[in-house]
């Protein structure tokens, strides 16, 4: 009679750890989720690999350029592309050009090297987008443009960049940022 009783203290210890266990992992589950959601998720980023050129702009598109042209802004249709100017592209791939043609590009170091600069080469024309129907605003405020976007955040456009130790978000002229923002506004209250 006592080995019957036994067993069956036995098989409830059982149950209990597989219960306990079960409990354990669903409490776990339930916290996990809860800081997924606390986490902040970054902005989903949207480039275009080429920035369209003057001619591509269409009736109501505007392009500006920081004051040494090494950046520039574009509104172009339902977005605003952030990203080197032409002049700035141009200007990088010519050197990466030139550094090709002067460099030893015999061996495996070579090669490696010859990949890179091309690579570099294809993607340094790549423009940054903002769809305008993820901004709430966009505003000039400080000497930088900063967008708002519509989960709450905001983008700071070119916030931590620096050239000769000068932030580039404030290289843009005054009177051309605001027509800027005045024309991404219009351009944004004309959406359905």
């Excluded at 100017?85 to 030139?98: Q, V």
Aim: charge should be positive; glycine fraction near 8%; avoid cysteine.
């Amino acid at each position: 009679m006592t080995e019957p009783v036994a067993e069956q203290l036995a098989h409830r210890r059982w149950i209990g750890r597989l219960i306990r266990g079960g409990l354990i992992g669903v409490a776990i589950a339930i916290v996990g989720l809860w800081l997924a959601r606390r986490v902040p998720k970054p902005p989903e980023i949207h480039i275009q690999s080429e920035a369209p050129t003057v001619e591509a702009l269409a009736p109501g598109d505007m392009q500006i350029y920081s004051r040494d042209s090494s950046v520039n802004l574009i509104l172009q249709g339902n977005n605003v592309l952030a990203g080197l100017s032409p002049k700035t592209i141009a200007k990088i791939r010519g050197e990466l050009d030139a550094s090709a043609k002067t460099d030893d590009t015999t061996g495996l170091g070579g090669s490696i090297a010859q990949f890179v600069k091309k690579t570099v080469a294809d993607k340094i024309g790549t423009h940054v987008v903002y769809p305008i129907a993820e901004m709430r605003d966009i505003r000039y405020e400080g000497g930088e443009i900063v967008i708002v976007r519509t989960n709450g955040g905001e983008t700071r456009l070119f916030n931590n960049v620096k050239v000769n130790k000068e932030p580039l978000s404030q290289a843009f002229p005054p009177d051309d940022a605001e027509r800027f923002v005045a024309a991404v506004r219009a351009r944004k209250s004309a959406l359905p």
